[in-house]
């Protein structure tokens, strides 16, 4: 190995470090309370030094939230990707950004619960927080260019359906949806809640069945 390599691989590994301090602090103290300096004591390396890595913990955060919402673009995609009918992958979209709640719970609460003024909200590292969103807006505009969810605003639909899965995985995720269910399959009624919805677009398909019937 040369020595411009080991540099480089030495200098990724500290980064790595410096994130993974960061990350743990900032989701269990809070952003406010959490200095440049705690991070570097975290890993018992030089409050100084660090800024070599990053300029602020603004960066560590935005770098954070970018590597989250790029795992879970590339989530949405996969999920989505295998099915024609839009309406089966807004489900989808909505199945997967649950799914990410709870598989990535740290990740998922710096992408969604911290303040938009602490993070950089353009520029590269804004990219996939973006592209997200306009994935996820696609889709819904799939199921209003087929005509379901009848005549409303793209964005009011989005932001509807974006607002009810993320009220559903903060409930999962503190662990009060678990306390308030009924006893039974919790996976079955989050299938159910999903449905529920996207009631009104299975309203307008069946408005169209009957129609045709007539």
């Known amino acids: 190995m040369n020595r411009e390599r080991k540099l480089r691989q030495?200098?990724?590994?500290?980064?790595?470090?410096?994130?993974?301090?960061?990350?743990?602090?900032f989701v269990k103290e809070?952003?406010?309370?959490?200095?440049?300096?705690?991070?570097?004591?975290?890993?018992?390396?030089?409050?100084?030094?660090?800024y070599r890595y990053f300029r602020s913990k603004r960066e560590i955060l935005s770098v954070l939230r970018d590597e989250g919402f790029r795992r879970f673009v590339a989530g949405q995609r996969e999920?989505?990707?295998?099915?024609?009918?839009?309406?089966?992958?807004?489900?989808?979209?909505?199945?997967?950004?649950?799914?990410?709640?709870?598989?990535?719970?740290?990740?998922?609460?710096?992408?969604?619960?911290?303040?938009?003024?602490?993070?950089?909200?353009?520029?590269?590292?804004?990219?996939?927080?973006?592209?997200s969103y306009r994935l996820f807006r696609e889709s819904v505009q799939d199921c209003l260019d087929t005509g379901r969810f009848g005549d409303v605003d793209p964005e009011a639909a989005a932001f509807a359906f974006w607002s009810g899965v993320h009220g559903l995985a903060n409930l999962i995720n503190t662990g009060r949806f678990g306390v308030m269910a009924q006893a039974g399959n919790h996976e079955e009624l989050i299938d159910r809640i999903l449905e529920f919805t996207l009631r009104s677009a299975r309203a307008e398909d069946t408005t169209a069945e009957r129609g045709d019937a007539s």
């Open 79 to 131: 999920r989505s990707g295998s099915h024609s009918d839009p309406l089966e992958r807004l489900r989808q979209s909505g199945r997967g950004y649950l799914e990410f709640a709870r598989r990535e719970p740290d990740y998922y609460h710096l992408m969604f619960s911290t303040d938009c003024a602490e993070v950089e909200l353009d520029g590269d590292l804004a990219v996939n927080s973006l592209l």
């Open 30 to 50: 809070g952003f406010e309370n959490v200095s440049m300096r705690r991070i570097a004591t975290a890993i018992e390396y030089s409050p100084a030094a660090i």
């Open 10 to 25: 030495d200098r990724e590994t500290m980064r790595r470090r410096i994130l993974d301090a960061a990350k743990r602090l």
